[in-house]
C-alpha cells in the first residue's frame, strides 16, 4: 500500500455509518463546570466529534512587506468501524488548511491535506498539543508551538510564542453556541503570540516576524439544525487586549446565538451575552470563483465597544471541498474606529456558499 493512498479519504466517510453496522459509542457531551486542565487540553479529545487547531496572524518579512497566514488542523469522529480491529479503520479523520494573504499575490495562496490517523502516519495525539498529517506538522514545544507545513508553491515552518496568559473562553472554558444545553463547545485561546519563522515561495526563503492568534477547540453538538454558519473574529489590539466576538447565523438570516469575551490589558475579563453582540455588513464581495457573496468589511458592536472591520484584501476565500466539503472566506482584517487602527486579526466567515454541515 502505498502512502499516500493511506493518508488520502474520501468525504464518504464522514457519512452515518451504514445499515447493519455496530452501534458506535455515543459522542462526548460538553458539559459546564468542567475544568480545563493543561497540559492535557492542549491535545486531541477523541471522544467527541468535531476539534480544530487554528492559528491566524499577520506577518511581515524583512523588506517591511505584510501578508497574513492561516495554519489549521481538524479533527473529526465520524464514529465508523470503532469496533473494527484493523490499523487501517477511519476512526477519526484529520484535515488540515495552510494560506497565506499576500495583497501582491491578490488572492489567497492556499493548500490542504486529508487522512485517516493511524500508523503513525497522522495523528492527533492525546495529552499535548501534537498533530499532523505525514509531513505537515503542529507540536507543542514548551511555551510555543512549531508548525512546519510544506505546501504546493509554499512552505512554513513557524514558531509561535506565548506572551500573554492562555484565554478561556465563555465561563472558564465552556462556550454556549446555543440555547440548548450540549450546543456548547470546549475552547480557549492564546492571542499576542510571538511570531518568527521563514516562508519559502517560489523557491525563495524569507525570514519573517508578526503577531498571531490560536484558538482550540472541541465539541460534539457545536451548530445548530437551524444554522447556516459563523461569523467570528479574534483580534490582537495595539494596547495588548484581545477580543473574540462571534455570531452564529439562522437559516432565516436572524442571529441564532452570540458571544464573545474581552481581556484588557489590565487582565481584567468581561464576558459578552448574546444581546451584546452584532455584526454588521458594510462592504460585500462576490467570489469569481464559487460565485459565494461575503460581507468582507463589517461593523462590529460587542457591548459599548464598536470597530470596523476592513479586510487586507477582497479575495480571501478557502475552498476546502476536497478536505473539509466547504467553502469559507478566512481574512486578515484591520480593526478600525474613526480613521485609527485599533489592532489586527482574522475574520471567518462560513455558511455563505451553503449551509454548513459540521
Do not use: C
Not at 466529534?49 to 496572524?57: A, C, F, L, N, V
Not at 503577531?211 to 472541541?218: G, K
Not at 481584567?268 to 458594510?282: D, K, M, Q, T
Amino acid at each position: 500500500m502505498k502512502r499516500r493512498n493511506f493518508l488520502v479519504t474520501p468525504l464518504a466517510l464522514l457519512a452515518a455509518p451504514a445499515r447493519g453496522q455496530a452501534q458506535a459509542q455515543d459522542y462526548a457531551v460538553v458539559r459546564p463546570g468542567v475544568p480545563l486542565q493543561f497540559p492535557r487540553d492542549h491535545g486531541s479529545h477523541p471522544l467527541f466529534r468535531t476539534e480544530w487547531w487554528y492559528i491566524t496572524g499577520w506577518l511581515k518579512d524583512e523588506s517591511a512587506h505584510e501578508f497574513g497566514v492561516q495554519v489549521t488542523f481538524f479533527r473529526n469522529r465520524p464514529r465508523v468501524n470503532e469496533a473494527s480491529a484493523s490499523r487501517l479503520a477511519a476512526k477519526q479523520l484529520l484535515f488540515a488548511h495552510a494560506a497565506i494573504a499576500d495583497p501582491a499575490a491578490g488572492r489567497l495562496v492556499h493548500d490542504q491535506r486529508a487522512a485517516r490517523a493511524g500508523l503513525e502516519l497522522a495523528e492527533a495525539r492525546e495529552g499535548d498539543t501534537a498533530v499532523w498529517i505525514d509531513d505537515w506538522s503542529l507540536r507543542r514545544d514548551g511555551e510555543a508551538l512549531v508548525a512546519r507545513l510544506p505546501a504546493r508553491g509554499f512552505e512554513l515552518d513557524l514558531r509561535f510564542t506565548r506572551t500573554q496568559p492562555l484565554l478561556a473562553q465563555g465561563e472558564g472554558g465552556f462556550s454556549r453556541k446555543g440555547p440548548q444545553p450540549a450546543q456548547a463547545s470546549f475552547y480557549y485561546s492564546l492571542p499576542h503570540l510571538a511570531v518568527r519563522g521563514r516562508i519559502v515561495r517560489a523557491g525563495k526563503p524569507v525570514m519573517v516576524s508578526g503577531n498571531a492568534w490560536l484558538d482550540h477547540e472541541w465539541a460534539s453538538d457545536y451548530l445548530a439544525n437551524e444554522a447556516s454558519g459563523w461569523d467570528w473574529t479574534g483580534l490582537n489590539f495595539a494596547d495588548g487586549s484581545a477580543l473574540m466576538v462571534f455570531q452564529i447565523r439562522a437559516k432565516d438570516g436572524k442571529t441564532y446565538w452570540a458571544g464573545g469575551a474581552l481581556r484588557r490589558a489590565d487582565g481584567l475579563r468581561r464576558v459578552f451575552s448574546p444581546g451584546e453582540i452584532s455584526f454588521a455588513p458594510l462592504r460585500l464581495w462576490k467570489s469569481p470563483a464559487t460565485g459565494a457573496t461575503y460581507p468582507v468589511a463589517m461593523r462590529v458592536r460587542a457591548g459599548d465597544l464598536a470597530f470596523d472591520l476592513e479586510a487586507l484584501m477582497d479575495d480571501q476565500e478557502l475552498d476546502s471541498r476536497v478536505s473539509t466539503g466547504t467553502i469559507y472566506w478566512e481574512g486578515a482584517v484591520r480593526a478600525m474606529q474613526a480613521g485609527r487602527e485599533l489592532g489586527r486579526g482574522y475574520l471567518e466567515l462560513t455558511g455563505y456558499w451553503r449551509a454548513l454541515k459540521l
